[in-house]
């Protein structure tokens, strides 16, 4: 089992900035590639960004490319989401999620472990 513990969320302007993090614990956080999603009311859960197990490949999801950055530190069993020039559409419950070692997707169901959310509001 890995328990993922979510923080950083709140409500910011748009144009602002947001550092999300996701501490693990459990098994070897090394062994799991993280991903982050967002589920905003009434939507769908959608991928946002997936690291590699150790954090030589990234993907984003079109609609935060340049503006999100995720990165993780493997000493510190940690992944982080940095979110720059948000806008009112980025609002959602953001979740970060582990995977198998190798995989580098977006699909959801292929993320074996959930934290239990964090709010991210964006005002406008």
């Known amino acids: 089992q890995v328990q993922l513990v979510e923080s950083g969320g709140g409500l910011v302007q748009a144009g602002g900035s947001l550092r999300l993090s996701c501490a693990a614990s459990g098994r070897t956080f090394s062994n799991y590639a993280m991903g982050w999603f967002r589920q905003a009311p009434g939507k769908e859960r959608e991928f946002v960004a997936v690291?590699?197990?150790?954090?030589?490949?990234?993907n984003y999801a079109d609609s935060v490319k340049g503006r999100f950055t995720t990165s993780r530190d493997n000493a510190k069993n940690t992944v982080v989401l940095q979110m720059n020039s948000l806008k009112a559409e980025d609002t959602a419950v953001y979740y970060c999620?582990?995977?198998?070692?190798?995989?580098?997707?977006?699909?959801?169901?292929?993320?074996?472990?959930w934290g239990q959310g964090t709010q991210v509001t964006v005002s406008s």
């Open positions: 690291i590699s197990w150790n954090g030589s490949t990234t």
């Open positions: 999620a582990a995977a198998s070692k190798y995989y580098s997707g977006s699909y959801q169901y292929n993320y074996h472990y």
